[in-house]
Nanobody, 125 residues
Framework: EVQLQASGGGLVQAGGSLRLSCAAS????????VGWFRQAPRKEREAIYF????????WYADSVGGRFTISSDNAKNTVYLQMNRLKPEDTAVYYC??????????????????WGKGTQVTVSS
């Protein structure tokens, strides 16, 4: 069964850090591009970070540049999102998703093939 599992969310004070994990089962994550998306209340889901298959291309939103970084551990079939210097406006449900092909950057949600369940990130001021 193909599955993505996002984890690592929580409550953190502004300026703090969290590391989100996106673990895949049923397929090899390195064969796919992996994106991190987030959705705040009353807002649309937005892409914030993307790494292509084999890690040849990375893209990130301006809002997270310099604070968030993406990495992968192929042995664990897992992609991570390290989030530093968190701000209250980073509060959202975070999702990871995988795609064989994306149609552009930022990757549109509809181009993703598999989605994990979201993990809540709450940043207090």
């Amino acid at each position: 069964e193909v599955q993505l599992q996002a984890s690592g969310g929580g409550l953190v004070q502004a300026g703090g850090s969290l590391r989100l994990s996106c673990a895949a089962s049923g397929f090899t994550l390195d064969d796919y591009g992996v994106g991190w998306f987030r959705q705040a209340p009353r807002k649309e889901r937005e892409a914030i970070y993307f790494i292509s298959n084999r890690g040849t291309v990375t893209w990130y939103a301006d809002s997270v540049g310099g604070r968030f970084t993406i990495s992968s551990d192929n042995a664990k079939n897992t992609v991570y999102l390290q989030m530093n210097r968190l701000k209250p406006e980073d509060t959202a449900v975070y999702y990871c998703a995988a795609a064989e092909v994306v149609t552009g950057y930022p990757p549109p949600p509809e181009s993703m093939d598999y989605w994990g369940k979201g993990t809540q990130v709450t940043v207090s001021s």
